[in-house]
């Protein structure tokens, strides 16, 4: 059975810094991994989706990293920003097609 | 991409009842996914809803708890019938969207709290 790990469980860091957030998963069959945000009341918003085949993806400020082989992803979020504050979530999607979601990581960004 | 709309945002409900929570989708989609989100847990998978068949439940959620209903390509809705206080969650809907029907795309979800 997959299973989906996020460390750390919480994080606060001062404006500017750069966030590192991992996620692991014991079954590297995977389709490919998703990292989500979940804002209170907004339900959950897509970021970056990475296929099984690459390495890693960029979207501005955002960049998420995969080692299949190792089952790891990282998500990096490069001069971070109070409205930066939120839960994010990864998700691998597996041989079944379903997602299978971290308990997530919540990001404190202080002024 | 798709914009998801959920009714209602949040309830309290008294055990016993049951709710129905509404899920819409601004383009036609194949599949929508119900998920729950007990407080501070992730997200679990409830059922896959296909329109014009029964919705498929995983383990450990059962119809008789969770009808679901998916009358046309985008719409759904969920019940969660005779609550309990551990029925407390989030309820969140979902669907695939995209050009390989890969991004999941979540609403903005139903709080539940059940006395």
């Known amino acids: 059975k997959q299973e989906v790990t996020q460390i750390p469980a919480a994080l606060s860091v001062p404006e500017g810094e750069n966030l590192v957030l991992n996620c692991s998963f014991t079954?590297?069959?995977?389709?490919?991994l998703q990292w989500f945000r979940q804002d209170p009341g907004k339900g959950l918003t897509s970021l970056l989706l990475?296929?099984?085949?690459?390495r890693e993806q960029t979207s501005g400020r955002l960049n998420a990293s995969l080692d299949k082989s190792s089952g790891r992803s990282t998500l990096y979020i490069a001069a971070s920003q109070p409205g930066d504050s939120a839960t994010y979530l990864c998700?691998?999607?597996?041989?079944?097609?379903?997602?299978?979601f971290g308990a997530g990581t919540q990001v404190v960004v202080t002024p | 991409s798709a914009v998801i709309s959920q009714k209602p945002s949040r309830d309290i409900c008294q055990r016993g009842t049951s709710l129905t929570i509404q899920c819409q989708v601004d383009?036609?989609?194949?599949?929508m996914f119900w998920y729950r989100q007990q407080p501070g847990q992730s997200l679990t998978l409830i059922a896959t809803?296909?329109?014009?068949?029964?919705?498929?439940?995983e383990s450990g959620f059962v119809i008789d708890k969770f009808p679901i209903s998916r009358p046309n390509l985008t719409f759904s809705t969920l019940t969660v019938s005779n609550m309990s206080p551990e029925d407390s969650s989030i309820y969140l809907c979902?669907?695939?969207?995209?050009?390989?029907?890969?991004?999941?795309?979540f609403g903005p979800g139903t709080r539940l709290l059940v006395l």
């Open positions: 979902s669907v695939r969207s995209g050009q390989r029907q890969e991004t999941q795309y």
């Open positions: 079954d590297s069959a995977i389709y490919n």
């Open positions: 990475i296929q099984s085949s690459q």
């Open positions: 998700a691998v999607t597996d041989s079944w097609g379903k997602l299978q």
């Open positions: 383009s036609q989609v194949t599949m």
């Open positions: 809803a296909n329109q014009g068949s029964e919705a498929t439940y």
